[in-house]
């Protein structure tokens, strides 16, 4: 609804949300035993509302006190004419484009700018992964983006450097109009954009496609925002593919909340040498399902596609290497190594590499990184 037409409540909501520190879990506590409006009425009145639960971890008095002075320096009629100067709509729990009615940690209200209907609208893929992705794993969320989009179905992803923005990158490849089946989930306000190499991608998920948030205009990035926003990712997900992560990544963290949601997980398999494939294939051997290409995600969706599937990585750039140029792609996919090592890999002659190598320099598809080569 437009924020002209949000009732008291979630109003009163927007307002705990903008709290310092006030993360979802805080909130859910908070609002436990009164509603929102309650909750501001008794911090207005410089005192925490009774709750019958425990306060969640470090909920010291500093946090009590910042919230006083926070919530007495708010207005509500200003936080309601900014969201409008931004044409940003919230979605609440009754509104009949609420996706998250059978979640079991929803969002208080969502923050949407641009086309509310892919909120709902079905299949819809999630395709995450790390930030320090390969060159090879970015053509691969790139293609299968592409071909998801061309088929209709909704992409999800967080806006992220790497896996995430390409993913983003495929759908808009593949858009020939103006609305484009893009769905970014962000960890901040809809002002403000992160990250900043993003500005251009997150201006057009929003304007051609979907840009969500649980958080209001004006919050910036912390680090406990980022894991909060990946299960909002899994509930909006039927599937969730992921592309690369490390072993630790952060895309394992919506991995695992995707399991809780009982959504399916599919893994891109990658070298077991490659650091950036070490989180993934450790989800295959978890049981997760491998999945090559955005053809693969079709047919497990029971959807048909009009092109033959061309692999992972796009048909025409593989058209366009020779075969032994593949062959160092794929030795190069694991780290960089040297000519020597490139040369003993493909049983090719130093010479023959290193002149070999030099022309996919040229032509981008490697980097000559003094006596290494590897991937852009």
């Known amino acids: 609804m437009t924020p002209q037409q949000l009732d008291e409540n979630a109003v009163a909501l927007i307002r705990l949300l903008g709290l310092p520190g006030m993360g979802p879990v805080r909130l859910r506590w908070i609002t436990s035993s009164c509603s929102a409006e309650e909750v501001v009425d ?3 009145r410089g005192r925490l509302p009774k709750v019958s639960s425990n306060p969640p971890r470090a909920m010291g008095q500093d946090v009590t006190q910042q919230w006083i002075e926070a919530v007495g320096d708010q207005s509500a009629y200003a936080a309601i004419e900014a969201l409008d100067a931004q044409s940003v709509e919230v979605v609440t729990p009754q509104s009949s484009l609420w996706p998250f009615a059978n979640d079991p940690e929803p969002p208080a209200l969502l923050f949407c700018r641009g086309d509310t209907s892919l909120l709902t609208r079905r299949p819809s893929v999630a395709i995450v992964g790390t930030r320090r992705c ?6 691969v969320a790139t293609s299968m983006a592409e071909v998801l989009a061309k088929a209709g179905v ?3 992803s967080g806006l992220a450097l790497g896996i995430d923005g390409a993913a983003h990158s495929g759908a808009f490849d593949a858009a020939a109009g103006q609305h484009v089946p893009a769905l970014g989930v ?3 306000g809809l002002d403000v954009v992160y990250p900043k190499r993003h500005k251009a991608l997150w201006n057009d998920v929003g304007e051609r496609g979907l840009l969500v948030s649980e958080a209001p205009l004006g919050v910036d990035p912390s680090r406990w925002r980022f894991p909060a926003r990946n299960r909002i990712i899994a ?4 599937l969730v593919v992921v592309v690369e992560s490390h072993v630790k990544g952060g895309a394992l963290s919506t991995a695992d909340e995707a399991i809780d949601r009982g959504v399916p997980v599919l893994v891109v398999p990658g070298s077991v040498l490659s650091p950036a494939s070490s989180g993934t294939n450790a989800l295959l051997m978890d049981g997760a399902l491998p999945v090559r290409s955005g053809h693969d995600i079709l047919e497990l969706l029971g959807l048909t596609y009009a092109e033959e599937p061309a692999g992972a990585i796009e048909a025409n750039t593989a058209r366009q290497l020779s075969p032994v140029a593949r062959e160092v792609v794929a030795e190069l996919a694991a780290g960089s190594v040297t000519v020597d090592e490139l040369a003993g890999a493909t049983n ?5 590499m290193l002149a070999l190598v030099q022309t996919l ?3 981008d598809v490697v980097v ?8 852009p």
């Open 42 to 44: 008794e911090l207005l």
């Open 134 to 139: 390969t060159s090879l794993g970015r053509r």
């Open 154 to 156: 909704v992409v999800v």
């Open 186 to 188: 962000v960890a901040t």
């Open 235 to 238: 509930g909006l997900a039927d």
């Open 348 to 352: 090719r002659s130093v010479q023959e």
């Open 361 to 363: 320099a040229l032509d």
């Open 368 to 375: 000559i990184d003094g006596s290494r080569v590897r991937l």
